[in-house]
C-alpha cells in the first residue's frame, strides 16, 4: 500500500509499517483544526489571487475597448468600442460593482 499520500502530514503524524497512526498532537480535534488553519491560509491565498486576476483582466479589457477601433458616426474607423452602448449599460455598472466589492 502507498502511503504517498500521506506525506502531507508527515510534520505531525506518521503511520507505521504494521498501520498504527501516531501523532505528535493528541487530541482529535486539535489535529483537524491544524489541517483546517493550512487548509483556510491557502484559501486565503488562492482568493487574493484571484482578485488581483480579475482587475488584470478588467484593466486588460478596458485597455483594449479603448484601443480597438470601430465605424463611428462618419463613417470612418475612429471611434473606440469602449463609447458604444455596451459598455455604458454594462462594463461601466459592473466595473463600479467589482471597485466596491474589492475594496
Not at 488581483?52 to 462618419?74: E, F, H, M, W
Request: hydrophobic share 45%.
Amino acid at each position: 500500500m502507498s502511503r504517498d499520500h500521506l506525506n502531507f502530514t508527515a510534520m505531525t503524524c506518521q503511520l507505521a509499517q504494521n498501520i498504527v497512526f501516531n501523532s505528535k498532537i493528541n487530541k482529535k480535534r486539535d489535529r483537524f483544526l491544524y489541517v483546517a488553519d493550512r487548509l483556510l491560509s491557502g484559501r486565503l491565498c488562492i482568493a487574493s489571487m484571484m482578485i488581483g486576476a480579475s482587475k488584470y483582466t478588467l484593466d486588460l479589457a478596458i485597455n483594449y475597448a479603448n484601443k480597438r477601433l470601430a465605424v463611428g458616426p462618419d463613417g470612418k474607423s475612429n471611434n473606440p468600442i469602449f463609447n458604444f452602448q455596451f459598455y455604458g449599460n454594462m462594463g461601466d455598472p459592473r466595473l463600479a460593482l467589482f471597485i466596491i466589492i474589492i475594496s
